[in-house]
Each structure stands twice: as C-alpha cells, then as structure tokens.
C-alpha cells in the first residue's frame, strides 16, 4: 500500500503529462497502478484510468470528510502495488478552512504521510528552480517533498544549471524531460478534451510512458513511494443515497462527469444502474425508477440532443411518474432551450422553466455547500451537501419554478436560492461531492 503525490507550484507545470507517463511507465514494468486526482476534476481521472487499466478516484479534503478520503485512499491501494496520485493546481493551493480541509494537495500528502514529487516548469530559469522548490518543500513542515522532476528543458548545460540550484536545495533531480510540443494533449474550454474522444489514445500513452522511462529515473522515484497512512472506516454513509433503486444514467460525449465513487456509493448501497445515450436517442429505460443526466458537453452537441426527438419524448414521460435529476450540463438540458456558442437558440427538455446560453458566458468556479429547499431526486428538503461547480454557460432566463437549493461558497458567502423543481424534475449546476459530514 505505497503511493505518491505528483504536484507542482502552478497549474500548466506539465504534472497531468507526467502523471500519466508514469503510470504508464509503471505499469509498463509490470506494476500494478492506480490512479487518484486530488480535486473536483472529472477529466484526468478517466486518463488515469487508461493508462494503468485500473479505475481512478477523486479525492478532496474540503468536500469529502477525513473519513471518506482514509476509505477511498485505502481502496485504491489495496488494489495496486503503487498508487499515483495527481494534485490541482498549486501544491498548496486551496480555500480558506479547517486545518486539513483546504482542498489542497498538501493537505493530503500530510493526511495520508505521503512523499511528494514536485514537477517544474524551468523554461525561462536555470538555477532559480533550486530557490522555488526549496520554498515549496520548507513551507509545510508536514509537507515532504522528496524530489523533482524539471519539465521543459532546453539543453544538458539547463539541465545541469537546474541541478545546480537544487542541490544547493538539498533535492534530487530524479528526470528532466525536454520540450516536446508533440505530447500535448488536446484542450477546451473546461481543460483536456475527454479520453473517449481521443482516437489512440492508449498508444499516446504508452509512448508518454516509453519517454518517461528515459527521461527519468524510474527506480529511484518508485523508491520514493511511501506507505499509505490511513484508517479503514465505514465511509458509506458520507455518500449521498441514490435516487432510486434502479437509476437509469445519461452517459455519452455530452453527459460525461459522473464521478467513481459517487456511482460505487450508490452500489454500495444496492442500487442497480442502467446506462443510456441521449446522443443516441435514446430514452431512459423503462424499468428504471429513477434518471440521472449528468454533467459534461451539451452545449457541443445542443442541435444533437433538439434533434433526439425519442430521447426528449422519452423523458418526458418518465418524468411523468417518476423522478429525474440534472446536474449542471444535465441542468441545462432539462430546461427550455440552450444557446449555443453560435447564438443558436436549441430547444431542449423542457421539464423545467429556465433557459441557459453559452453565448452569454460567465465563469462560476468553485467550492459550494447546498442546503435542500424542496424535496427531490437529491434528497429532502433541509438536506445538507458539498460540491462544486464549474461551467461558463449563464441562465439567461431564469423561469418561475421553485428553488431547488440555497448556495454558500467556501467561504460562507451566501450565493442565495439555484436550480430548480417542477414535479418530480429537479436540477442545478451544482455537481454533488459527498453529504455534509
């Protein structure tokens, strides 16, 4: 049960490439490795998951409760000899909170005792990266950074200059790996385009993997994995109930974010569920008792799903007598129409009141808390929930139907009533983490 935390000072440092070239490298070696993503991120698990064959996980110390995380840390490793685990952002980068509950990576490196490889960006800089990771690795003292790896490395003589700086640091340089615009991986507008969307993808990875193999020193950094330090509680309580007990799922290019252990919660739980594609006009099986539109790209694909006249017809009629619940993505094809970046103006579900443009585009990003004002697929009303949210599509006209939810950032600012519910429909942009706890 040995891991390591891939974390760099800024986001753009390279650490999703590197991650994944060592997963692959890993695995290449005849490991068994597992993946986990420190975060609200639903993309770069599903990169994780190809490149080491096992299914990754999020971990967030400000969403999820100690326990949880001690759980899902715990699963991860008892399934794999190594598991890697990939930070946000910057290592210390997180939101006003609780001793450990910040939501930054070096939060769970000091939770879970593990060692924390450290990835530069030295393009622009020789000796100055010793003076950056010197002051990475002393700002926590319950932080350890054991090595780095230096990311876009012009020559030998910049990579000796780099070396020089972090041994007067008192770090290893455990790989330098040189510019290669060739192992970029494609981007939009919410960060990587998804993993199913990339035609050979795995021999991408396996290649990533080939270079890294090179590029570091793969021993010594498998050297470095630490144990990981966690308890073994009954977490499954901290998972929101599924909304029924057989829950047809959206799940295609335009409903994608659905996160692991949110689906294994529901199992847990006994519930069964049934995957459909509204890309694929299809409606929400018929022996479902529940539906559930995830997050994702609807506003790519909003002529797609106008057009999918058994999906919408569908849905409709289950909705009818039974519950359905969308998140963000699934929020804005619940509602009346969709603009999409264009200016054209989609008809959509029309289960609930508001409208949504991408035209129209604001950033909302962030933690949330959520109490429940209504009754819903989610839950009762006064229950209490963490999230996130993260999207650039606006309600453009906000309808007249009750509130599903009441909003607080991380901070405790109240962002007043969201979402919506009609009957039995319900929606917000709120993507769900784990319970109160």
């Known amino acids: 049960m040995k891991g390591l935390i891939v974390a760099a000072p800024r986001s753009g440092s390279g650490k999703t490439l590197v991650t994944l070239g060592l997963m692959a490298a890993a695995r290449a070696r005849g490991l068994r490795v597992a993946g986990a993503k420190i975060g609200p991120d639903y993309i770069d698990p599903a990169f994780h998951t ?112 780099v070396e020089q700086g972090l041994a007067r640091a008192g770090l290893p340089l455990l790989g330098r790996i040189p510019r290669d615009n060739d192992l970029a991986v494609p981007e939009r507008h919410l960060g990587l385009v998804q993993a199913g969307e990339i035609a050979g993808l795995e021999a991408l990875l ?57 689906l294994e919660g529901w199992r847990m739980r006994g519930a069964e569920l049934s995957f459909f594609s509204p890309l694929a006009n299809q409606a929400p099986p018929a022996d479902a008792d529940s539906c559930w539109l995830a997050g994702g790209y609807p506003e790519l694909h909003a002529g797609a799903l106008a057009a999918a006249e058994n999906f919408r017809t569908g849905l409709a009629d289950f909705a009818r007598t039974r519950p359905v619940h969308g998140e963000c993505g699934g929020y804005m ?15 959509m579900a029309g289960l609930l009141d508001h409208a949504t443009s991408f035209k129209r585009r604001k950033l909302a990003l962030g933690y949330r808390r959520a109490e429940l004002l209504a009754d819903a697929a989610l839950g009762p009303a006064g229950m209490r929930l963490r999230g996130h949210e993260f999207h650039y599509a606006t309600v453009s006209e906000p309808g007249h139907d009750q509130p599903l939810c009441r909003l607080h950032d991380a901070t405790g600012r109240d962002l007043g009533p969201a979402g919506g519910v009609r009957g039995r429909v319900s929606g917000s942009f709120l993507h769900v983490i784990c319970g109160e706890g």
């Open 50 to 161: 190809v490149a080491t064959g096992l299914p990754s996980v999020n971990l967030d110390g400000w969403s999820m409760p100690p326990a949880l995380v001690d759980a899902l840390a715990a699963r991860q490793a008892a399934e794999a000899d190594i598991v890697i685990m990939e930070a946000a952002m910057g290592l210390f980068d997180g939101v006003a909170a609780e001793p450990g509950r910040s939501g930054a990576g070096a939060d769970l490196a000091a939770r879970l005792g593990l060692p924390v490889l450290l990835v530069l960006d030295v393009s622009g800089q020789s000796q100055t990266a010793g003076a950056l990771a010197f002051g990475m690795a002393r700002f926590d003292p319950a932080v350890k950074v054991a090595g780095v790896i230096a990311n876009r490395v012009a020559s030998d003589r910049h990579a000796q200059q």
């Open 333 to 347: 094809v619940l509602g009346r129409t969709l603009e999409d970046a264009d200016g054209v103006i989609h008809p």
């Open 206 to 262: 396996a290649k990533l993997g080939e270079r890294l193999a090179v590029a570091v020193d793969l021993d010594a950094l498998l050297a470095l994995a630490g144990p990981i330090r966690t308890q073994v509680p009954d977490a499954g309580h901290l998972i929101p109930p599924p909304p029924g007990q057989r829950v047809a799922v959206a799940r295609d290019a335009a409903f994608s974010f659905l996160y692991p252990h949110l």
